[in-house]
């Protein structure tokens, strides 16, 4: 049974990190934020295996994204942090209260949660952490109302969508796959 675990979380590592890759650009959003569908496969892992090994596939993905790719402000993994906290963010809340509320109501409320409180934590970690840590990391300033409007209309509607569409497709694809995946987990 831990082999099972083991071999599946690191497959769902494998396809995190790979879909970390397959980013895009959205249009009416800043070119620097992009994209990804990564948190399905955590999404997945958690709701098999518990909210750590979400978490855990969130941090290696993280962690192997630097390594292969580096950051953008050379040795701090800053962006790999953001998505390592938004991701976990997301996975836990949402695991969390579709354990307490069966179905598929507590993970449309799960998800619905998670995206609120992600948007909100991110748009807070990113005005008062995040941006500052750029603008001393790559000397990168964005101050003042400038700022302003890059988080509130930028960052913000950002996340509030990447949860959006996160939920949408994952709620589907879970219902799809969970039977089998805890068939197989339980052999």
Known sequence: MQTRKLVLLSV????????EYLNFPLPLFPSFLK?????IPALIGAFLFGPLS?????????GLHFLLSGSETGAVPLGQMANFVAGSLFVITSVGISKKIS????MVIGTTIATILMTVLLTIANYFVIFPLYSYLINWTVTGEAKNVLIFYGVAP???????LIGALFIPLYQKLFPILSLQTRR
């Open 12 to 19: 769902l590592t494998g396809i995190a990190l790979l879909m």
């Open 35 to 39: 994209i990804d569908f990564s948190e």
């Open 54 to 62: 979400g978490v855990l596939i969130e941090f290696l993905k993280n």
């Open 103 to 106: 179905g598929l109501k507590g």
């Open 158 to 164: 950002f996340n509030l969508l990447k949860g959006v």
